[in-house]
Structure formats: C-alpha cells, structure tokens
C-alpha cells in the first residue's frame, strides 16, 4: 500500500525496488488531494503505465488528521488469509503516519519507511531496521520522462521532456572535455563548427554540451533530459535546463552562460527559485548544481547556497578542477548522511556565522548519526556518540579514520558526552571522500 500525498517520490522508489514482487498495489489517498494536483491519480496511472500487470485500487479518501481512519484502511487490506501486506509509510501527514503505526499491529502487516535515500521497516512499537539489501539504483528502471511526468506534472499542467538532440558535434566537443581540454576551449570549437554563418542560441547549446558530457560519463540516454517545460493552458511556465535520473534521485543543472555584468535577476532569487524547483522535481532528494562557468560568485550567495543544499559550480571552482569532474560528482552515488557538497575555496570562512548556525539546526532535525558539511576551504563534522564519548576518543577517531587526509583545527565534546563538533582542514579531498563513503551510518 503506497500513501498518494505531496511528495511521491519514495512511493516510485518502492514500486522500483518491490513492484515486481507484488500482487496489487493498493494507494491511499486523502480528502482534497486535488489541492495537490490529485498525487493519488498521478501514482495511479504511473504504476499502469509501468506496470501494466499489477491491478491498482485507489483506497479512501480518508482524513490526513484522523490517524483511526488510516489504521482503519490499512485493517480492510490485512486480511486473514496470511497475504502479506507491505505499506509505506513515507507519504502523507504525521497523523496518518501514527496511524500507519497502528494498523502495524495486524499480523502479516510490515511498515516501510524511507529517510534520505535509505529504506527502513517499522514495527508498531515505532522501532526501525535499516534494509541492506535494496538497490540504491532501482529507480533507474524508469527513464526520466516517465518521473518528471508523476513528480512534477499535475491535473492542469503536463511536462514537456523532449528527447536530447545531441549531435555528432557536441558528442565530440564533450569527448575532448573527456580528454583534458578545458571546457571553453571545447565549447569555443563547438560553437565554430555549428555555427557556419547561422544564428544559434549558445545557451541552448550549451544546456546539450552538459548532456553530453553526462552521457559520455556513463548516464543512460533515457535519463538525461534538456529544456523541460512545464505546460499550463498551452503556455510555458517553468523550464528546467538539465535533469538527470541517477542514482536513486533526480538531479538538476541550472545552466548559465552569462557574466557578472549580464545578471538581471539577483543571484539570491535564482539559488531559492532553483531549490524550489528541485523540491517539485524529486522531494527534495536531488542535488542541485548552479552552473555559472562565466561567473565568480560572491560569498554571501555561496553561503545561501550551502544553507540551501545548493551546490555552485563558477570560475573559482572550473579553476580548480574541470567541469567533467564536477558534473560527474554529481551522478555518483551519495555519501553516507548527504553529506554537503563542496564548492571549492571560500575567501572568508567564518564558522561562527549565521551559516554554520543552519547546519547545526540541519544536524539536529535531521537524526542522523553524523553529517560532514563542506564549507569552502575548511569541513565541519557533527556526529553523536553511543556510548558517550570524550575528547581524547573523538580525537583519537578522527585520525584513524581520516588518517593522512586532513587537518584537525578543532575538535570538540558536548558536556554529555553525546555529540561531537570537528573543523577540518582538507589535504587530500578524494582520499577524504572515500574515507567517508567506508564509515558505517551508525553513531561514533
């Protein structure tokens, strides 16, 4: 049983990992769920579409603050004959999630629940298990068009995905990135050659020189989209340069090939516009590259965007790595806890700041048992210790496993012991982030 509420994505990322292993598929949905562009409707047709096997039965509505009435749904499936029913708990409010909890208590009855990208079964006493057999890749099953359709899509707008209509051209100028060119020099070649005495748009051009280095690094043709839009009464209301499907999520590259001197829309308004548009494409879920490679972002929008998750790729960051290596950090697995990630030297960094204030709060609403947050030049790391832990052993653990890959300028203690506070200073950034990938999500 999948919860048809505002946010859809872990209901798709449950089809792609038990879809095949189902009976039915049985979607909750809840009163006024037209407010929401009818989410259950969209779900619906989504599992006909792909799974045109599977009998699929809206349930409800029922009311989102009565949990009885969504333990009582869940009781009218759990029937006698030891079928078992699997129900996701993710969507909807927290009082149908109290409910789920509640129709938990049925025999044959197993809670699912998902948090940042790792799946979790319940039981009715509100204990969790993380699931290690599950593909983090699963939803790739699906290609992009069909994702953007459910997620982004509603009862009065439709998406527009057309297919990437990448040339001979382009696939070659992303082949020479590939090969260690600089992206202008590539870019530059590629205008040159497409060009031929006819007017191109070099930002269109531009948004397909991304897709193709994106394929060239190993996305699948079906999951890369460019220029979607998002369609309301025939008009265009929304456009998306890039989207990749990868890795369990759905990314976003806003690309821009303006200047500083060209920028009309304040550089604050773009990075909150383009985290709202993140949200509707995926939850939340995705990463979010601002691509400005003509830009020098200053340090107050930097610091808005690492508040926002928002990762910017501009001329400090092409100056110290290339754009294949930034783009492909974007299509590859994620780190343990959604670590943030980093966007190359920042001239000030002042971690007494308003900032680092935002990630202890992002730390403590996000329960995790530690999160590393890369802020420019220097990475603070906040984890929670079981059993309580002390000075001398929170140090001691930050050089065994981060052994000749940073600089401890600090490390701290909470006076309970419970939680650690660490400022590092990077030597090694890829050694780094393979430590990282290697520890466990379990606290220190």
Not at 76 to 95: F, Y
């Amino acid at each position: 049983m999948l919860i048809g509420g505002e946010k859809l994505w872990s209901e798709i990322d449950a089809l792609a990992q038990w879809g095949s292993d189902v009976e039915a598929v049985h979607i909750l949905h809840a009163y006024d769920d037209e407010l929401f562009g009818r989410p259950a409707d969209r779900l619906a047709r989504f599992v006909r579409r792909n799974f045109s096997r599977l009998p699929v039965h809206l349930v409800g509505p029922v009311a989102d603050d009565s949990p009885e009435e969504t333990a009582a749904a869940i009781y009218s499936l759990a029937g006698a004959d030891g079928t078992e029913l699997l129900v996701n708990l993710t969507g909807g409010t927290r009082l149908m999630f109290a409910g789920g909890l509640q129709g938990l208590r049925r025999p044959h009855v197993t809670g699912l629940y998902q948090h940042l990208g790792v799946w979790h079964t319940l039981d009715a006493q509100g204990g969790a298990v993380r699931l290690s057999d599950v593909d983090p890749r699963a939803s790739e099953r699906f290609n992009v068009a069909e994702l953007l359709k459910v997620t982004w899509a509603d009862d009065e707008r439709e998406v527009e995905v057309a297919p990437p209509a990448i040339s001979t051209n382009v696939r070659a100028a992303a082949r020479m990135c590939l090969d260690g060119s600089p992206w202008y020099s590539s870019f530059e070649a590629l205008g040159r050659r497409v060009s031929s005495g006819a007017r191109i748009s070099y930002g269109h051009l531009f948004e397909q020189f991304v897709a193709a280095i994106l394929r060239e690094v190993g996305v699948a043709e079906d999951d890369v989209a460019v220029s979607v839009k998002l369609i309301d009464d025939g008009t265009a209301v929304q456009e998306v340069d890039v989207v990749v499907n990868s890795h369990g999520r759905l990314h976003v590259v806003d690309c821009k090939l303006i200047t500083d001197a060209q920028v009309t829309v304040p550089l604050g308004v773009q990075i909150r516009e383009a985290e709202s548009t993140r949200r509707a494409l995926g939850d939340g879920n995705g990463q979010l590259v601002l691509l400005r490679p003509n830009q020098r972002i200053d340090d107050a929008a930097r610091s808005l965007a690492a508040a926002l998750d928002v990762r910017v790729v501009d001329q400090r960051v092409l100056a110290e790595r290339s754009l294949v290596d930034a783009l492909t950090q974007l299509v590859q697995a994620p780190t343990p806890a959604r670590a943030m990630p980093a966007d190359g030297p920042i001239a000030r960094p002042d971690l007494s700041s308003k900032p680092v204030l935002d990630l202890q709060r992002h730390f403590l609403d996000s329960g995790e048992p530690w999160v590393a947050y890369h802020l420019g030049g220097q990475t603070v790391l906040k984890c929670r210790f079981d059993p309580p832990g002390t000075q001398s052993s929170f140090e001691r653990q930050l050089s065994l496993r981060f052994e000749g890959s940073v600089h401890v300028t600090s490390a701290s203690v909470s006076t309970t012991g419970k939680s650690g506070h660490a400022v590092l200073r990077l030597k090694d950034v890829r050694e780094f982030e393979h430590q990282l990938a290697r520890i466990s999500r379990q606290p220190w």
